[in-house]
């Protein structure tokens, strides 16, 4: 006698397959979602940086905006804007023995970071220096870390994730 020969998978095979699938396409997921995050982190780390680049080099060339008798310097400060961090750009000026801050530029740091804490940097003219430098740390969603440093001397460093 023959035996009949089945042609199809069992549902115990079918199940561990699925599962299996699961698994795999679950990984994915969650390796995008931390992938995403870091990246958010990184592209508001880099655009901060950026903006300390701007600041730093409109004080060294001694750009001051109209109605500025005298550059002190550009200051870069950040602010709640409702559920984001808003990083501006001030131009610090003496008019009459009165120092004022003229806005320069402003961007909002990206929806799902944040900064561990307010920042107040301003890049001397004349003579240079910075006054607030400091450690500043880029937050994520997830906790993840982004810290650079603004050193005395003006010096803005690469940084890197805690």
Not at 133 to 139: D, K, P, R
């Given at each position: 006698m023959q035996k009949k020969q089945s042609l199809g998978f069992t549902l115990i095979e079918l199940i561990v397959s699925i599962g299996i699938l699961v698994l795999i396409t679950g990984g994915g997921i969650a390796a995008f979602l931390n992938f995403n995050d870091k990246q958010q982190v990184l592209n508001g780390s880099k655009e901060l940086r950026s903006y300390l680049r701007t600041a730093q080099t409109l004080v060294r060339v001694g750009e001051s905006p109209a109605g500025c008798d005298k550059l002190v310097g550009y200051k870069v400060t950040s602010s709640d804007a409702g559920t984001v961090k808003e990083i501006k750009i001030l131009a610090v000026c003496s008019t009459g023995g009165v120092e004022e801050?003229?806005?320069?530029d402003s961007f909002l740091l990206p929806?799902?970071?944040t900064l561990s804490s307010d920042i107040n940097i301003t890049f001397l003219g004349l003579h240079g220096g910075?006054?607030?430098?400091?450690?500043?740390?880029?937050?994520?969603?997830?906790?993840?870390?982004?810290?650079?440093?603004?050193t005395q001397g003006g010096e803005i460093t690469q940084g890197d994730f805690l």
């Open positions: 801050s003229i806005e320069k929806e799902s970071t910075v006054i607030g430098s400091g450690t500043i740390e880029v937050v994520g969603a997830a906790d993840r870390t982004y810290s650079f440093e603004v």
